[in-house]
């Protein structure tokens, strides 16, 4: 596609439901990032993919957050047990490769209630 | 781990002033550093994107510079306007991209 495209937008879940969210990057990019902006803060490093591995998954909060990505294109963030410190806006980005331009999505709002 | 630093936090400017934003980083193995744009409740849009081969970019009155070997890059700012208020991160690419906290700046009319 155009862009980086994240759906839903916007999403407001229960405590302890799990939720996904997705991101479609630019067609040919082989890099994806997804990162986390909390309220009034900076982002926060989640994952990256080149292709469809995942070399750096250190940044992941805990173990009820994973990721993945199939064809080397649209990745998943699936978030279980989903806590009110979750709330946050996740933020996917993609690039042809490391050390080129990125281009951001414009995020999922996620409202843990 | 790359730890990189914006400062200041906060600037608020007369309309018609050149300003300087700063960014510094703990790893100079980068392979590009960026500098975006973020409006309240808006994504990321990317102003400039310095290769770690190049020493400054510019868009406009936009001017990036990029000294590697010290760790650090400056956005200068020109004739600034009130829509140049919004948050300007700087990003760090290595193997994966680490931002900066952000100087929120605000330009008075």
């Known amino acids: 596609g155009a862009g980086v495209s994240q759906s839903p937008s916007n999403k407001v879940t229960e405590k302890g439901k799990d939720v996904e969210l997705r991101c479609d990057p630019i067609?040919?990019?082989?890099?994806l990032y997804w990162y986390r902006q909390s309220l009034g803060q900076g982002l926060e490093f989640l994952i990256y993919?080149?292709?469809?591995?995942?070399?750096?998954k250190s940044g992941l909060p805990s173990d009820r957050f994973s990721a993945e990505r199939t064809g080397g294109s649209v990745s998943t963030l699936t978030i279980q047990r989903t806590q009110q410190e979750d709330s946050a806006v996740y933020l996917c980005?993609?690039?042809?490769?490391?050390?080129?331009?990125?281009?951001f999505g414009s995020g999922t709002r996620l409202t843990v209630v | 781990k790359q730890e990189v630093t914006q400062i200041p936090a906060a600037l608020s400017v007369p309309e018609g002033e050149n300003l300087v934003l700063n960014c510094s980083f703990t790893?100079?193995?980068?392979?590009?550093l960026q500098w975006f744009r973020q409006d309240p409740g808006k994504g990321l849009t990317s102003l400039l994107l310095?290769?770690?081969?190049?020493r400054e970019q510019t868009s406009g009155r936009l001017n990036a510079s990029l000294d590697k070997s010290s760790g650090r890059s400056t956005l200068y700012i020109a004739a600034s306007q009130p829509g140049d208020s919004a948050t300007y991160l700087c990003?760090?690419?290595?193997?994966?991209?680490?931002f900066g906290a952000g100087t929120r700046l605000t330009v008075k009319p």
């Open positions: 980005a993609s690039s042809q490769g490391t050390g080129n331009r990125y281009t």
């Open positions: 990003a760090v690419s290595g193997n994966d991209m680490r």
């Open positions: 993919f080149q292709g469809n591995s995942a070399p750096d």
């Open positions: 067609s040919g990019h082989t890099a």
């Open positions: 310095i290769q770690s081969s190049q």
């Open positions: 790893d100079s193995a980068i392979y590009n």
